[in-house]
């Protein structure tokens, strides 16, 4: 099938609209944690098995954007987002009958395998066509995207807790919960599968600068240079990094001034979570545009950098100053989030925009990676600190040095980053006939 080809006169910032109405929706996924009390009171889990489904979903989302990226880039986005879409909401739809018969294993198969193939596909499905659009600002381009992923949870976490409360929290209140999920999600999203086009031709905008333009490498050779490797380990610290808090941010600003004059509430804790969520998204457009100007060599490097700092001084400072422990916090979840709406605009400027969706995909098993190892290095060290006896600040002390020492390596990989060899650039010619066949102009 042949993406859809914009018409004379159409203009390019009706494509971003179009990414946000994919973004909002699968950003869901960080509100997973709303269902997970009236999940185990209603099935009998334990909190590992009701985590169960999100932690498939994100699994599979790097998978599905991995093996889906060419399959994207081929199809076009409205192919991606009409995938996303069926997908996702077939995963809440499957998710609700599994609540309504009380059958965990159908909520783990449709949130965590079908919606979280969602998830990936509909991740990725506006990336390439976003950079194409605006190879004069790419940095913002994504960002506006990318922090609809990161603003979801803003959205559906309320909406959730309201469902729950008028519905019930029992199996059939979530199973209904599920339900309008599905269906709402599935208008909304259709929304940008009707909006969505490609350019016409190279130039998407008389003031922009050609989309095909410098380099082009193909996704096939992409993974073949160290500069994909060194941006997998950029990516993937960075993310490391800031999912530590994130997953883990309520019991440890609880616990850092547990032993205070003045302790943390569970309400103010939740009110720090809500802040870290506005952060993240925040830094998804602000920072992703800043690389615009700066440059992204330059924006990872304070990603990266000043992430280490910021961990530095909660580490030693951060039980003593609670504006210190919230400011530090708030600036490396916006690094975070900035770091995941800059990684493909920095893909564009090694590997030209001919698959950089593709690749992008397939960078995207970074963020498996740090998905798992973020929470598992905070969680077994503060586990065994408090066996060990200790309490408060000391939980978390040996994790932040850890975490400082895996931005570092991030750093040092940034810093090796280098323009891709010629010997893995494509033919022009080549690269000329693939966008033709893909821009027919009678479309």
Same mark, same amino acid.
């Given at each position: 099938?042949?993406?859809?080809?914009?018409?004379?006169?159409?203009?390019?910032?009706?494509?971003?609209?179009?990414?946000?109405?994919?973004?909002?929706?699968?950003?869901?996924?960080?509100?997973?944690?709303?269902?997970?009390?009236? %999940?185990? &009171? !209603? $099935? @009998?889990?334990?909190?590992? #098995?009701?985590? *169960?489904?999100?932690?498939?979903?994100?699994?599979?989302? =790097?998978?599905?954007?991995?093996?889906?990226?060419?399959?994207?880039?081929?199809?076009?986005?409205?192919?991606?987002?009409?995938?996303?879409?069926?997908?996702?909401?077939?995963?809440? %739809?499957? &998710? !609700? $009958? @599994?609540?309504?018969?009380? #059958?965990?294993? *159908?909520?783990?198969?449709?949130?965590?395998?079908?919606? =979280?193939?969602?998830?990936?596909?509909?991740?990725?499905?506006?990336?390439?066509?976003?950079?194409?659009?605006?190879?004069?600002?790419?940095?913002?381009?994504?960002?506006?995207?990318?922090?609809?992923?990161?603003? @979801?949870?803003?959205?559906?976490?309320?909406?959730?807790?309201?469902?729950?409360?008028?519905?019930?929290?029992?199996?059939?209140?979530?199973?209904?919960?599920?339900?309008?999920?599905?269906?709402?999600?599935?208008?909304?999203?259709?929304?940008?599968?009707?909006?969505?086009?490609?350019?016409?031709?190279?130039?998407?905008?008389?003031?922009?600068?050609?989309?095909?333009?410098?380099?082009?490498?193909?996704?096939?050779?992409?993974?073949?240079?160290?500069?994909?490797?060194?941006?997998?380990?950029?990516?993937?610290?960075?993310?490391?990094?800031?999912?530590?808090?994130?997953?883990?941010?309520?019991?440890?600003?609880?616990?850092?001034?547990?032993?205070?004059?003045?302790?943390?509430?569970?309400?103010?804790?939740?009110?720090?979570?809500?802040?870290?969520?506005?952060?993240?998204?925040?830094?998804?457009?602000?920072?992703?545009?800043?690389?615009?100007?700066?440059?992204?060599?330059?924006?990872?490097?304070?990603?990266?950098?000043?992430?280490?700092?910021?961990?530095?001084?909660?580490?030693?400072?951060?039980?003593?100053?609670?504006?210190?422990?919230?400011?530090?916090?708030?600036?490396?979840?916006?690094?975070?989030?900035?770091?995941?709406?800059?990684?493909?605009?920095?893909?564009?400027?090694?590997?030209?925009?001919?698959?950089?969706?593709?690749?992008?995909?397939?960078?995207?098993?970074?963020?498996?990676?740090?998905?798992?190892?973020?929470?598992?290095?905070?969680?077994?060290?503060?586990?065994?600190?408090?066996?060990?006896?200790?309490?408060?600040?000391?939980?978390?002390?040996?994790?932040?040095?850890?975490?400082?020492?895996?931005?570092?390596?991030?750093?040092?990989?940034?810093?090796?980053?280098?323009?891709?060899?010629?010997?893995?650039?494509?033919?022009?010619?080549?690269?000329?006939?693939?966008?033709?066949?893909?821009?027919?102009?009678?479309?």
């Amino acid at each position: 099938m042949s993406p859809p080809v914009a018409p004379p006169g159409w203009s390019r910032w009706l494509v971003p609209p179009a990414a946000l109405s994919v973004h909002l929706s699968i950003g869901q996924a960080y509100a997973w944690s709303v269902f997970k009390p009236p %999940l185990e &009171s !209603a $099935l @009998g889990l334990s909190g590992t #098995q009701s985590a *169960l489904p999100f932690q498939l979903a994100i699994v599979m989302l =790097g998978l599905s954007a991995a093996f889906g990226g060419t399959f994207v880039e081929r199809n076009g986005p409205r192919w991606a987002m009409t995938v996303a879409l069926v997908c996702f909401s077939s995963g809440f %739809l499957i &998710s !609700a $009958l @599994g609540a309504a018969t009380e #059958q965990y294993w *159908l909520i783990v198969l449709g949130y965590g395998f079908v919606g =979280g193939t969602g998830l990936g596909i509909g991740y990725i499905s506006p990336v390439s066509t976003l950079i194409k659009w605006f190879p004069d600002r790419p940095g913002m381009a994504t960002g506006i995207a990318i922090m609809g992923f990161g603003g @979801g949870a803003l959205i559906a976490s309320p909406w959730s807790a309201q469902m729950l409360k008028s519905f019930g929290s029992d199996s059939s209140g979530i199973a209904v919960a599920f339900l309008v999920h599905g269906l709402t999600y599935a208008v909304f999203m259709s929304l940008g599968v009707l909006l969505v086009r490609v350019p016409r031709g190279e130039k998407p905008s008389p003031s922009a600068p050609s989309a095909l333009d410098g380099v082009q490498v193909s996704a096939r050779n992409a993974v073949r240079t160290p500069q994909f490797w060194c941006l997998w380990v950029v990516l993937c610290m960075n993310v490391t990094a800031g999912i530590g808090i994130l997953e883990k941010a309520a019991p440890m600003i609880t616990d850092f001034f547990a032993d205070t004059s003045t302790p943390v509430t569970v309400s103010a804790a939740a009110g720090f979570v809500a802040l870290l969520s506005a952060a993240n998204m925040a830094g998804r457009i602000g920072w992703s545009s800043t690389s615009d100007l700066i440059g992204r060599k330059n924006i990872y490097r304070v990603y990266l950098g000043v992430g280490a700092l910021m961990y530095a001084l909660i580490a030693w400072f951060g039980d003593s100053s609670k504006p210190l422990f919230i400011l530090s916090a708030l600036v490396i979840l916006s690094f975070y989030g900035g770091g995941f709406a800059t990684v493909p605009a920095y893909l564009k400027d090694l590997f030209g925009t001919y698959q950089v969706g593709a690749i992008h995909g397939r960078l995207l098993t970074a963020w498996s990676t740090a998905g798992v190892l973020g929470p598992l290095i905070v969680n077994r060290i503060a586990d065994h600190q408090e066996a060990a006896g200790r309490h408060g600040s000391s939980l978390y002390g040996m994790s932040f040095l850890i975490m400082i020492g895996l931005l570092a390596v991030g750093f040092v990989a940034n810093e090796l980053v280098r323009p891709v060899d010629a010997r893995h650039h494509i033919p022009a010619p080549r690269e000329a006939a693939d966008v033709a066949r893909q821009q027919p102009e009678s479309a």
